[in-house]
């Protein structure tokens, strides 16, 4: 049986989540879990499954990560890759991926729990690292108005309170820019990742309160006439249309409809709207993260 919210409780957000990877050549494909003195700690966490040992590549294995990136069709960061080998630039080979902001975390070592004993970034369960849960595994963040969650197979893995975290930000350096970094009251931290770039706009939005989810009656009347011709064509089987108000005032419709085909198992459907219920523009960091 799938999980739901208490009598209550309004879910805001539910993305498919996993614990980062890393990008850089020297880290690519990998992570490590630490304690605040850089400790290796996956031996300590209680129940989990081994996994492989944490390693940081020397020069000959950047090198072949580079390589694979070339017959893969990057030829054209040369520059980039030079430097990155030198170890004195931040100038990225991955178009998608943003600037690096900690050369320690991101290059150097690439941790994704930062917890000593007893942490809250140190309960996340183990099947959110890709590499030890079985093929097809299925992790997802949910977030309500009063908790954070963790859920696999439709069953909750693990929980807190909202109020336990304390700061969401994006994370710049990584392929889209859809790693985030959550941070507890205890200081702790985890690096996390979604399937899709405004997913995580949208979620540390939520969190940060750049974001809100809106109901029907804090529409204008332009906008609440909006809604409903939009919700006059939908499809039979369409869910409810999400309204949420973006950091630039604008606000965004969005319902998800059966599939047009059968490759096609559900598609999303919206827009985006002014005060007077006219399509609008999205500003920079309103859907896609902005960049830094």
Request: aromatic share 8%.
């Amino acid at each position: 049986m799938d999980w739901h919210p208490e009598p209550g409780e309004e879910t805001l957000a539910r993305y498919p989540v996993s614990f980062a990877t890393g990008t850089a050549a020297s880290v690519d494909g990998r992570r490590s879990y630490r304690d605040r003195r850089r400790n290796d700690i996956e031996a300590e966490l209680p129940g989990w499954p081994e996994g492989s040992t944490f390693t940081v590549r020397r020069l000959p294995g950047r090198i072949g990560v580079y390589v694979g990136s070339a017959v893969s069709g990057v030829l054209a960061a040369a520059w980039g890759i030079l430097s990155d080998l030198l170890g004195g630039s931040t100038i990225d080979v991955e178009p998608a991926r943003g600037k690096l902001e900690e050369r320690a975390d991101e290059v150097e070592d690439f941790p994704v729990m930062w917890a000593d004993a007893g942490d809250t970034a140190r309960s996340l369960p183990w099947q959110l690292d890709p590499s030890r849960r079985p093929q097809g595994y299925v992790t997802e963040v949910v977030l309500t108005t009063r908790r954070l969650l963790v859920v696999g197979s439709r069953t909750a893995l693990w929980e807190t309170a909202r109020e336990n975290v304390v700061d969401a930000v994006v994370r710049q350096f990584s392929v889209g820019r859809r790693d985030f970094r959550l941070t507890f009251r205890d200081g702790s931290w985890a690096r996390l990742t979604t399937n899709v770039s405004y997913h995580t706009t949208e979620l540390v939005g939520l969190l940060t309160g750049t974001h809100h989810r809106l109901s029907d009656t804090e529409l204008s009347s332009e906008q609440r006439e909006r809604l409903a011709k939009f919700v006059t064509f939908l499809p039979a089987g369409a869910t409810r249309p999400v309204l949420t108000r973006l950091p630039s005032g604008l606000v965004r419709v969005q319902a998800t409809a059966p599939g047009r085909s059968r490759s096609v198992v559900s598609e999303s459907r919206g827009f985006v709207m002014d005060e007077a219920g006219r399509d609008a523009t999205p500003a920079p960091g309103d859907i896609e993260p902005s960049k830094a």
